[in-house]
């Protein structure tokens, strides 16, 4: 019965005898047969990303200062690599002002899963590029529609399938709501760009992907999912509705577009509803528990402690539903503000923190080390669990942390990426790779203010899709200035001025090479 | 810890200087009858929603845009999701209208579901980034989708219960499952009020065949998930006269429209009677019903809402946040804030709209320069040197005539919870948000150009002076703005501190709380409220109030923002040439605000819908 009503939607959605009635065509609506899941699935993908950003000094050190390796990526333009090494002292694992922790978790063997990647350059927008879930050019009203990566990556029709249609498509959780983009029409990627808000309630967000979840009785096995027999059937009602609505009613195109949307939207609340039935991931792994229920409730103001506890009850949730085949995406944001015990307007001392005024640098470099300590590195440590064959969960992933602002505040150069996990295999770790040009600074004022061009951050999100499998061809349609590159890769800064990036910066090769595997990085 | 001066100000810089280009722009409204929508003009999106739409090109106001006409086509405009708000209390309104006195214990049970679905946010407009009413967030949200439908399958299990069952679907429902005659005649009782018009034969048997194929809940939860429930459908009577794509709304979408508009809700009984019988396509009976829909309490709340969203009430920064420092308690003093302060004045200013709507209307112009105040506190009330609150019922306290005239000197608009004022931002907000004109993006170099001064202004140096330190003796691109455009607005506010205290001198503190120096308050500036007018000069917020209340494009910015607000979209000055005249030539006649505000519904294309099939 159900799949011969699949098999009816399928007709409803695609138009009969060749009338397509516009709705879009799902891929999570294609037989199994078309699926082509590995059996551990691609890389997970888990993105941190904060609002604002601590001075660069803050965040990186001394650290490039002692590159051992050193290589030409284009003529002129050299860039530098070497291991990681964090100091141990006083309980602490320190590798910068900021990247520090506790040695107790950040241990040698989970300093040896991580990198500190520097030298990408966020070149279509600087300021508030709102860009470090990789939306680069910002939000809708600062002109660039492109989906942020979680997103892009959650619907992902190769990413889908090859995950084995996990039940959650991409956890966006944290407290900023200007960082998660998508179109409104996500399945068919059209219609205009809408803001994904985050959840930032850990009990809500175990609502939502354990409430009818049973741990299976063997590991690897699909996770059970007790789906609703009348949801199932509510849903299909609801289409038929709307299906005579839009075949004998007066409606706009727009009107259309809008209701394919919600429409869309909705068979992806009864695809989850379905779970198991209709595919829930490649299953359950060896880590898989339900966790337990965590306290609901919000952001507990600006409280360190609080923020961090909070933060850490979302990761248990988000390392519960990797473990067990819930998803395999998942973005945290956060503004900032929260690590702190600040009162006034954190916008501002981010200014000020740009070495204008010595307490605010030192206020942000607190804030972003207990984040990099509470939420990332705990999340990294939570996820470096057996797996199986020898890897980890962390090791099967790609995690990334990422701030706003590069060097300096509110600048585009250099913003910091930090990472946890190799990809399966694919990246290598333990390394500080930085792809700024050291050796020939572009130009005299960046050279004086430590500024060095890198490569576009496009390059670096493109070389993140590489790993996830994902083809090219996907994401052309938000590929422009370097094709094949992630984004609208082309300097966009109006009007230039010195804090900005000229295409004169960047020796030849940097652009029209952000498409390219970055050397040194990959295995 | 501390805020200092400069980060105070620097801040303030970023968020509103100006890359200048010498020029002014209106803030985005559109010309020409295209697209609209919160979200079908531009993209949209999330918490911060945006609406992307270009700007106005050329320097139009309302007050010059084409005349009304019929030839005013309707702007296109895709149907209307309902906002959050309006879906919470169509729901209520269902459940009562269902239930009765029962309903209370479903809603009760069904709030915590309710609650789940996220509040819409203010769109952004532009590059306006303070955004504006949360109606205009139109686009489809995942939340509200999956919340909508978690919501009606656990109304549906709430409503199916044995102890509510007969009384929710009628004395034949006994037990489930429910006969199909029985489940029937529930349809076309419940079915017309949710899907807000009378249901076909058709849609009839489509939901009787629900209920033969999965039951009744699944009807009850197809109905609250149904596109006719949660989006405001229009589908049309018949063409209008000499345009094919222009239709003339049904007696039950008018009724909508009605109900919507004033109260975010269902129509009740009356509205619905009305347009059953025909009498609401009547001009009398329309003219009553707006009589008597605008006399509603609902109405109150809805009004509310526009004056909630115009003000940026839920954005007033938080007194009390900086009440441990030391600066800040020696500036605050005796007047140190507690939590509530914030939202005291926020109330003050919804009661200010209230008072003038409602109690005692008045004019647009009474809204501009009324003496009178409305702390609901002592603390807010001791703010104006007052000594009690006013109790809410009786006439409301005035303050000496003049002396801080109308809404744009109460403490909610002012009041920057620091020991500076920010004049940059009050002369930003009055730009953008009293006179509807876009202010352009900050040059990036802003915090150089600050920094490059900053170690040079004097330590007892006042707020004015430290100001046009970092914004007026700087490189051009912050000077060419900030002079023109901002600073005078906010310097003739000086009078007033960060509290909203009236003040005639400013107490320059250090950041441990120690009095550095006393200044005089300088409040003579020349405005420029009319961006041409190089020489009228202002002594202080009453003659700058009273410079404001003059210009036309003030009352036309008025009239853009309610004409937004009702239409869930960014206005088009071409298409809503008659709704925009309409409201501005009543403040011009000096119509009160309940006239002002009824009007809409008096314009033509209120009753009309552009159906447009052309993508």
């Not at chain 1, 519960?320 to 998803?327: E, L, S, W, Y």
């Not at chain 2, 489930?176 to 349809?187: E, G, L």
């Not at chain 2, 104006?384 to 909610?412: E, I, M, N, Q, V």
């Amino acid at each position: 019965m159900i799949a011969s009503r699949q098999v009816s939607r399928r007709q409803f959605l695609r138009g009969s005898g060749g009338a397509v009635v516009g709705l879009p065509f799902l891929p999570s609506l294609l037989p199994a047969s078309a699926e082509a899941a590995g059996p551990g699935g691609p890389p997970r993908l888990i993105l941190m990303a904060e609002r604002l950003g601590a001075y660069g000094s803050s965040m990186h050190g001394t650290m490039s200062d002692t590159l051992t390796n050193k290589m030409q990526l284009y003529p002129g333009h050299e860039i530098g690599w070497s291991n990681l090494n964090a100091v141990n002292a006083g309980g602490k694992a320190t590798l910068s002002p900021i990247l520090k922790a506790n040695a107790n978790t950040l241990t040698p063997a989970l300093v040896k899963k991580m990198n500190v990647l520097r030298g990408f350059d966020a070149i279509s927008w600087g300021g508030h590029n709102e860009g470090a879930l990789g939306n680069l050019g910002g939000p809708p009203d600062k002109g660039a529609a492109i989906p942020s990566i979680d997103q892009f990556v959650g619907y992902s029709p190769t990413y889908f399938a090859a995950s084995g249609k996990p039940v959650e498509r991409a956890i966006v959780s944290g407290h900023d709501p200007k960082m998660n983009y998508n179109h409104q029409n996500p399945a068919t990627r059209s219609a205009e760009m809408v803001g994904i808000r985050p959840t930032s309630d850990p009990g809500a967000l175990f609502s939502k992907l354990f409430s009818q979840f049973t741990v299976p009785v063997a590991g690897n096995k699909p996770p059970v999912v007790d789906p609703k027999p009348a949801g199932k059937l509510v849903v299909d009602h609801v289409l038929d509705d709307y299906k005579f609505i839009r075949d004998n009613r007066r409606l706009s195109s727009a009107d259309k577009r809008k209701l394919d949307a919600h429409m869309t939207m909705l068979l992806e609340v009864q695809r989850r509803a379905m779970g198991a039935s209709g595919g829930a991931g490649i299953g359950a792994g060896p880590g898989c528990a339900k966790p337990g229920t965590p306290k609901g409730g919000g952001l507990p103001g600006r409280n360190p402690a609080g923020a961090v506890a909070l933060y850490q009850s979302i990761n248990d949730v988000i390392a519960a539903a990797m473990k067990c085949g819930i998803t395999r995406v998942a973005t945290v944001s956060n503004y900032g503000d929260a690590f702190t015990t600040f009162n006034g307007d954190w916008h501002s001392q981010s200014h000020a923190s740009a070495g204008m005024d010595n307490s605010a640098t030192q206020m942000f470099t607190d804030a972003y080390q207990t984040f990099f300590e509470g939420v990332f590195v705990d999340l990294a440590s939570k996820l470096d669990t057996d797996e199986g064959a020898g890897r980890t969960y962390l090791d099967n992933s790609i995690m990334l942390w990422l701030n706003e602002h590069g060097a300096k505040d509110h600048g585009c150069h250099d913003v910091p990426v930090i990472s946890f996990g190799g990809a399966s295999g694919q990246f290598k770790t333990g390394m500080l790779i930085d792809y700024r040009n050291r050796a020939t600074p572009a130009w005299t004022w960046a050279k004086k203010n430590n500024y060095y061009a890198g490569v576009p951050i496009h390059q670096m999100w493109t070389n993140i899709l590489y790993s996830l499998g994902i083809p090219p061809a996907e994401w052309a349609k938000y590929s422009s200035g370097t094709p094949g590159a992630w984004g609208p890769c082309k300097v966009m800064q109006q009007p230039p001025t010195k804090l900005e990036v000229l295409p004169s910066h960047y020796v030849a090769g940097v652009l029209p090479g952000a498409a390219n595997k970055l050397p040194v990085w990959w295995t | 810890m501390r805020s200092s001066k400069i980060s105070q100000v620097v801040g303030v810089i970023c968020l509103v200087a100006s890359g200048c280009s010498g020029n002014i722009e209106h803030e985005p409204g559109k010309t020409g009858n295209s697209q609209g929508g919160g979200s079908g003009g531009g993209g949209t999106a999330g918490n911060n929603s945006t609406v992307s739409l270009p700007p106005l090109k050329d320097d139009t106001t309302v007050a010059t845009t084409p005349t009304c006409s019929m030839a005013n086509k309707p702007v296109s405009q895709e149907i209307r999701r309902l906002s959050v708000r309006q879906y919470r209390r169509t729901l209520n309104d269902l459940l009562t209208s269902a239930l009765g006195d029962a309903a209370a214990g479903v809603q009760t049970k069904l709030a915590a579901t309710i609650e789940l679905i996220p509040d819409d946010a203010p769109a952004r407009i532009g590059s306006d980034p303070h955004g504006t009413f949360r109606r205009l967030s139109q686009e489809v949200r995942a939340d509200f989708v999956e919340g909508s439908y978690k919501v009606a399958e656990t109304a549906a299990d709430l409503l199916t219960a044995p102890d509510l069952l007969a009384k929710f679907v009628g004395s034949c429902a006994t037990a489930m499952p429910v006969a199909a005659d029985c489940t029937r005649a529930f349809v076309e009782k419940f079915g017309r009020r949710v899907l807000r018009h009378p249901l076909t034969a058709g849609e009839v048997d489509r939901y009787v065949s629900i209920n033969a194929n999965s039951g009744l809940k699944a009807v009850i939860t197809a109905l609250l998930s149904a596109p006719g429930f949660l989006y405001l459908l229009e589908h049309g009577d018949k063409a209008a006269d000499g345009a094919a794509d222009v239709f003339v709304l049904t007696p039950f979408e008018v009724a909508s429209r009605l109900s919507y508009q004033f109260w975010d809700t269902m129509p009740d009984d009356t509205l619905w009677k009305a347009a059953e019988t025909g009498s609401l396509l009547t001009s009398s009976g329309y003219a009553a019903e707006v009589e008597r829909i605008f006399a509603d309490p609902r109405t109150r709340d809805t009004m509310d809402m526009f004056f909630l969203d115009w003000l940026m009430l839920d954005e007033l920064p938080k007194m009390d946040t900086l009440n441990a420092d030391p600066e800040y308690k020696a500036f605050a003093g005796d007047a140190l804030p507690s939590a509530k302060l914030t939202d005291d004045m926020a109330e003050e200013l919804l009661s200010m709209g209230r008072h003038l709507t409602f109690n005692a209307p008045g004019t647009f112009n009474d809204l501009l320069t009324s003496d009178l105040v409305f702390p609901r506190s002592v603390e807010l009330a001791r703010l104006y040197g007052l000594s009690a609150a006013w109790d809410g019922k009786s006439a409301p306290p005035a303050l000496a005539k003049g002396a801080r005239p109308g809404y744009l000197t109460r403490a909610g608009m002012l009041a920057s919870g620091m020991p500076r004022t920010r004049p940059v931002l009050r002369g930003a907000l009055l730009r953008t948000k009293t006179f509807c004109e876009a202010i352009p993006p900050p040059p990036a170099d802003a915090a150089d150009e600050a920094e490059k001064v900053k170690d040079s202004i004097p330590a007892g140096a006042s707020t004015r002076e430290v100001t046009i330190s970092l914004t007026e003796k700087v490189a051009a691109s912050c000077k060419g703005c900030h002079q023109v455009f901002t600073n005078p607005l906010g310097f003739a506010l000086e009078g007033f501190d960060g509290l909203g205290r009236a003040r005639t001198v400013e107490k320059v503190l250090d950041s441990k709380g120690k009095l550095i120096k006393e200044v005089p308050v300088d409040t003579r500036a020349i405005p420029r409220v009319d961006i041409d007018d190089e020489t009228t000069e202002v002594s202080g917020a009453g003659e700058l109030v009273a410079v404001i209340a003059k210009d036309k494009k003030v009352a036309s910015c008025f009239a853009r923002n309610y004409v937004r607000y009702s239409n869930a979209r960014v206005e088009d000055l071409t298409g809503d040439a008659c709704a925009l005249n309409l409201v501005t030539s009543g403040i011009d006649k000096g119509a009160k605000l309940p006239e002002l505000f009824r009007s809409i519904a008096l314009v033509p294309s209120f009753k009309l819908r552009t159906i447009s099939v052309k993508d």
